[in-house]
């Protein structure tokens, strides 16, 4: 069987970094222009330039958002921008219009896939897609696994699907609530998230209700549904999240990565192993979208207020010398002399490492106190560059 893709976002060059060390195949990107991720620090081309090296250095892709709806005059700059990612060597677009697949198939010979913004979710759309130009189809989020299965059974195109992270209260990400409620156009990248605020329902002037509610989705987890992907022969796994943490993204990778390599040696853990490792990163609550093809309202936040900050990723790794068994540490979260923290580390199963002695500038401290700070630990096993250290 064809190796199945694991696709992840990648907000900024470490974080694209981390999630190809950890088990992405490839990584999608969006550039300062015609992405819809207009909040995310997004890729310079010398950004997309050096993501592109690194990536196939290890036998690994970059994709583009190009997902934006352009407006008529924002055309040239369109083919410019796809002439100036072809030279770069990016293996791929990510588009929403009509028109940039038209402009990318006569300017280039990009590989282009159309977006979930697109909601696509019957074959005949597909099959229509595809004799189009489109190579691949990255369907609706509103699918179940039996309809994704008679998709792909019936169309020549690759098929991508979503499998983690944030969910959308509008059809396949279309939605204008931003629009109305805070002049922030969702679908040219400045989504405020309205979903997610906090609401109380009038009648005239008197509040009828008797707690805060929000109307967002809860987030969107299928790890109890990647053997059916992968048996339906999917061609692409994605995971959403360009906006996510370092950590969030890492572990992401490592969990997925791990599940789909233990599906192929025929190995699969009990899901609850997968499931917890993915808690570790996540602080809102996780539902199996449509997969499952079972909806109902407790799918959505409703009275949920905002989560606590997970603080489980306490710092990474940035040098280890081995004959001193010293890690010098990027902190991220608080932790103390004596703890014994979990590491997480490319192709290598959890371990647990403890914090013998701590420094700062030479001199011994107790504690990790601030975030960012640099320090030096004195550990019991060995470690690499890029590990990440997390509480247990």
């Known amino acids: ?99 940039i697949l038209k402009l990318a198939k006569d300017n280039t010979n990009l590989h282009i896939s159309i977006s979930t913004q697109s909601s696509i979710i019957n074959k005949d759309s597909v099959n229509l897609l595809h004799s189009l130009g489109y190579d691949r189809v990255v369907l609706g989020r509103e699918l179940s696994i039996s309809e994704i299965k008679y998709i792909k059974e019936n169309t020549k195109a ?24 805070s002049n922030r156009d969702a679908n040219r990248g ?26 967002g989705s809860k987030d969107l987890n299928g790890v109890n549904f990647i053997k059916d992907l992968y048996d339906i022969g999917i061609d692409s796994l ?18 997925y990565r791990m599940l789909l390599d233990d599906i192929e040696s025929g190995n699969m853990r009990d899901i609850s192993f997968y499931q917890n490792l993915l808690e570790s990163s996540e602080n809102r609550d996780h539902y199996s979208g449509f997969l499952s093809g079972k909806t109902d309202n407790k799918l959505t936040l409703y ?30 979260n608080h932790f103390i002399e004596g703890e014994v923290m979990e590491v997480m580390s490319p192709n ?31 550990v019991d096993r060995d470690l690499k560059i890029n590990d990440i250290l997390r509480r247990k």
Request: proline share 2%; charged share 30%; hydrophobic share 40%.
């Open 158 to 181: 690759e098929i991508e699907v979503f499998i983690h992270g944030g969910m959308c209260s509008g059809f396949s990400g279309r939605c204008t609530m931003s629009n109305y409620m």
């Open 238 to 255: 994605k995971v959403e999240g360009r906006m996510k943490s370092l950590h969030y993204v890492a572990t992401i990778a490592y969990t």
């Open 1 to 99: 069987m064809k190796k199945i893709e694991l696709l992840l976002p990648a907000g900024n060059l470490e974080k694209l970094k981390f999630a190809l060390l950890y088990g992405a195949d490839s990584v999608y990107i969006g550039g300062e222009k015609y992405s819809l991720r207009a909040q995310a620090s997004n890729f310079t081309l010398s950004d997309i330039k050096e993501a592109v090296s690194f990536a196939h250095e290890r036998g690994k892709k970059v994709y583009v958002t190009v997902n934006v709806i352009p407006r008529e005059k924002e055309i040239k700059g369109v083919v410019e921008f796809l002439i100036q990612l072809e030279k770069l060597n990016i293996d791929g677009i990510i588009v929403s219009s009509p028109a």
């Open 190 to 215: 400045g989504c405020a998230h309205s979903c997610r605020w906090i609401y109380d329902i009038y009648r005239s002037d008197e509040k009828i209700n008797d707690y805060t509610f929000n109307i």
């Open 303 to 332: 009275s949920k207020t905002s989560p606590e900050a997970n603080q489980s990723f306490l710092g990474i790794v940035l040098k280890y010398d081995k004959e001193k068994s010293i890690a010098t540490v990027e902190v991220r």
């Open 348 to 378: 290598k199963e959890l371990f647990n490492v403890k914090a013998l002695k701590l420094y700062k500038d030479k001199e011994r401290v107790k504690d990790a106190r601030h975030a960012l700070e640099i320090l030096e630990i004195e």
